[in-house]
């Protein structure tokens, strides 16, 4: 299975845009990649995802590297309601598909 | 954005009791849903993958007969532990994939279940 590698934990100030980074060097042509969130007791909620070009929606812009091995979720204004944990996740395309989670980034934002 | 419910979103059992959860896409349809457990702290780990109309494939050291899937219908797939024994006691969290090509691909996530066994 494709892997991803996270921080374990990033805190950001109130206001402020928060990069969190995700490597995915294994990553094959045909991966998507996809971005969760976790608030505390709850299910993750979908945040973004992309195969090459760069791509935004109003929870977050996703920016990917040329080589795709890695790619940056980015909170343009980090709000108190963004602490949560961040998942990367490579959305596989070969054999049967699956969506494996990595560990993880808990962002911490500070009033 | 889509809904994905599922129920309970806890319960308590005593030893030896199976316990059934389910999960139901409320408006769309998914032919696959996964199914995750989580233990305090920690990430998510897949169980298994469940697709409409057809056995679930189960992920490595998943007991296939603790854990039963059934995915009757394109909205509702449900997760019986069976005989369930407190090192069953986990969240337990079921998603669906809505979209598609993998293009428009994404999941939607139930709220949880938080298993308690006594």
């Known amino acids: 299975d494709a892997k991803t590698t996270q921080p374990n934990s990033m805190e950001s100030n109130e206001e402020e845009p928060v990069h969190l980074p995700c490597n995915h060097s294994t990553i094959s042509g045909t991966d998507y990649i996809h971005w969760y969130r976790q608030l505390p007791s709850q299910g993750p909620e979908y945040v973004i995802h992309?195969?090459?070009s760069n791509v935004n929606n109003r929870m977050a812009s996703l920016a990917i590297a040329e080589d795709r091995k890695s790619s940056t979720l980015i909170l343009h204004r980090a709000t108190l309601r963004d602490a949560a944990v961040y998942y990367c996740?490579?959305?596989?395309?070969?054999?049967?598909?699956?969506?494996?989670f990595g560990t993880g980034t808990r962002l911490k934002v500070l009033a | 954005g889509a809904v994905v419910s599922q129920h309970p979103s806890r319960v308590i059992c005593k030893s030896g009791t199976s316990v059934k959860i389910e999960c139901r896409s409320l408006?769309?349809?998914?032919?696959?849903m996964f199914w995750y457990r989580q233990f305090p702290k920690q990430s998510l780990m897949l169980m298994a993958t469940?697709?409409?109309?057809?056995?679930?494939?189960?992920e490595q050291g998943v007991e296939k007969d603790k854990f039963l899937i059934n995915h009757a219908s394109l909205t509702l797939s449900t997760l019986t532990v069976t005989s369930a024994h407190p090192e069953d006691s986990s969240f337990y969290i079921c998603?669906?994939?809505?979209?598609?090509?993998?293009?428009?691909?994404?999941?939607?996530f139930g709220s949880g279940t938080q298993l308690s066994v006594l």
């Open positions: 992309g195969l090459t």
């Open positions: 996740i490579l959305r596989t395309t070969s054999g049967t598909y699956k969506y494996i």
């Open positions: 998603s669906a994939r809505e979209g598609i090509t993998r293009h428009n691909e994404k999941l939607f």
């Open positions: 408006d769309f349809q998914a032919t696959t």
């Open positions: 469940s697709n409409e109309g057809s056995k679930a494939t189960y």
